[in-house]
């Protein structure tokens, strides 16, 4: 679930909650509505971050064998959304396996809602929505408008991407918001997620590693 107003106060966060952070070469998370996808350079595509570990399959094969009713029938409605999520991806010069946070997110349902009121695929908080430049209102909601939201949570995750440069923190960030991954930083001394996850939400560090089985899902057993 994506964190609410986080794009906003990351830069101060950088610099009160983690100076050591500040200094080390992390961007700062820009505003988002100002960072459309003009100008936008292509971030190099690789499938690493989404590869498990040899010690993170146990977890992966458990995680497939619980789920493989639900994971086949996201398989199938998959074929109606991966190819436009894939195009929103590529837009913005973002790896097109990050379509499999959609997944772990929503099971890719538009009107999927949690019981703390994020909605649609990308499961966007209202005022995060909102930020993003997306219509959250008693006339409509663009959080389960399939393509908006998309174009919305890449130009996000490409934010996150451009503060944390590592795609494993990225999608901890995106569950638990940016200020859990600073404070893992700060207490680990370290931006490497295998040395910092331990100081994270057991939450994100579930959620880090749904995506992590459900890539190989797809890619691997499903190729």
Request: proline share 5%.
């Amino acid at each position: 679930m994506l964190n609410s107003n986080v794009p906003f106060v990351c830069s101060l966060l950088l610099a009160l909650v983690v100076p050591s952070a500040a200094n080390s070469g992390l961007a700062p998370l820009a505003k988002t509505r100002m960072n459309m996808e003009t100008g936008s350079s292509p971030i190099e595509k690789t499938v690493s971050f989404a590869l498990p570990g040899q010690d993170e399959m146990p977890y992966v094969h458990s995680y497939i064998q619980e789920n493989d009713e639900s994971l086949l029938a996201v398989k199938q409605r998959s074929k109606r959304y991966f190819k436009m999520i894939e195009t929103v991806l590529q837009r913005f010069g973002l790896p097109a396996e990050l379509k499999y946070l959609a997944v772990i997110e929503s099971d890719l349902k538009s009107t999927a809602t949690s019981r703390v009121g994020a909605r649609g695929p990308w499961q966007l908080m209202a005022s995060t929505a909102q930020d993003l430049g997306l219509k959250v209102d008693s006339a409509q909601d663009e959080r389960t408008n399939f393509y908006k939201s998309t174009r919305a949570a890449a130009l996000y995750l490409r934010d996150l991407h451009r503060t944390f440069k590592d795609w494993r923190l990225v999608l901890a960030a995106y569950n638990a918001g940016p200020l859990p991954v600073f404070r893992a930083m700060q207490r680990s001394k370290s931006t490497d997620f295998r040395v910092l996850e331990r100081y994270l939400p057991s939450e994100s560090r579930t959620h880090v590693k749904r995506f992590m089985a459900t890539a190989y899902y797809f890619d691997a057993l499903s190729a």
